[in-house]
């Protein structure tokens, strides 16, 4: 199992950026894949972004282009950059790792998008 901590929501103007973070308690280099879901009330949690090991990326066609998972090996951290933020992103958002066939979460980051 991998522990992760999640941090960086908030509250945004549409329009703004927030960067998240996701600390893993291990190396990411020996984590199959690292990635983001995000659940709105009411809604089922889907995908945001995703990264595996060799580095491939993954986003869901709402948030291509505008947003961008990068991961730092030395920090032991993943990031969600988020640009040209919308209402509509508007979620709790969940960091997760899948490693030997088992998936972590961590405990989720508020990010609220409103004037």
């Known amino acids: 199992q991998v522990r992760l901590v999640e941090s960086g929501g908030g509250l945004v103007q549409p329009g703004g950026s927030l960067r998240l973070s996701c600390a893993a308690s291990r190396s990411i280099v020996s984590i199959d894949a690292l990635g983001w879901y995000r659940q709105a009330p009411g809604k089922q949690r889907d995908l945001v972004a995703a990264i595996t090991s060799g580095g491939t990326t993954t986003y869901s066609d709402s948030v291509k282009g505008r947003f961008t998972i990068s991961g730092d090996n030395a920090e032991n951290t993943v990031y969600l950059q988020m640009n040209s933020l919308k209402p509509e992103d508007t979620a709790v958002y969940y960091c997760?790792?899948?490693?030997?066939?088992?998936?972590?979460w961590g405990q989720g980051t508020q990010v609220t998008v409103s004037s």
């Open positions: 997760y790792a899948d490693r030997l066939r088992l998936r972590s």
